[in-house]
């Protein structure tokens, strides 16, 4: 079946190491977003591509970036994450142009 | 900036009554999306309404578009305890030419046996 696949499922990460969450597609959809949803919380866009076009939300802390080598992969790093970085964070695929979104089972980090 | 505000934020029912979540937004919706999320885990889709007067349903669970495309309700009838979660609503700014999602910040549900 078509799907995103977000790996790992749980990231533990110490203080201040860099640590990298990832998203694949099989829907070969245009555009891949990276939300961050904190407990009891709606989900967050921080950034999302639109084919190789990046484009970063104004209020996502420079600590975050993302990549994405080819139509299928997407990666968020976290370059040094802090307590408040704890969270669930989600990948979501789309066409662009209200066709819907495709969300992965998610990626629930802790800062230790 | 679209926001979405949901009501109530929390509910318990008895298994087998009816229930409503409402999704209202601040400016026209040019999509709205249903997801439903169990604690921990990623949204799974429920429904996408783009047209006012947009009714659809699926299984036991219909969500309405109203006339002017600002308010949205997800009706649940005779609830069962698979359907307790999270319910969040979405709305697709891809009209005012981005193309994401903003959600409300969702709805708990608690289904008691």
């Known amino acids: 079946d078509a799907m995103v696949i977000q790996n790992p499922r749980y990231q533990v990460t110490q203080f201040g190491k860099p640590v990298t969450l990832s998203c694949s597609q099989t829907?070969?959809?245009?555009?891949m977003y990276w939300y961050q949803q904190k407990s009891s919380q709606a989900p967050k866009l921080l950034f999302h591509?639109?084919?190789?076009?990046?484009?970063n939300e104004a209020d996502t802390p420079d600590n975050f970036q993302s990549r994405r080598p080819n139509t299928s992969f997407c990666f968020l790093d976290i370059r040094s994450p802090g307590l408040g970085d704890a969270a669930m964070y989600l990948c979501a695929t789309g066409r662009g142009g209200g066709y819907g979104y495709t969300f992965g089972s998610g990626t629930r980090l802790t800062v230790v | 900036s679209q926001e979405l505000e949901q009501s109530p934020q929390s509910l318990i029912v008895q298994e087998g009554k009816n229930l409503t979540i409402n999704c209202t937004s601040s400016k026209t919706l040019y999509g709205l999306y249903w997801y439903k999320q169990k604690y921990g885990e990623g949204l799974i889709f429920l429904m996408m309404l783009q047209k006012g007067g947009e009714e659809k349903s699926h299984e036991k669970i219909t969500a309405k578009l109203d006339e002017k495309k600002q308010q949205s309700s997800l009706h649940i009838t005779a609830s069962q305890p698979s359907h307790a979660g999270i319910y969040l609503c979405g709305a697709d700014t891809s009209g005012a030419g981005s193309y994401q999602l903003t959600f409300g910040k969702g709805t708990k549900l608690s289904v008691i046996p």
């Open positions: 591509y639109y084919d190789k076009d990046f484009n």
């Open positions: 829907l070969n959809h245009n555009v």
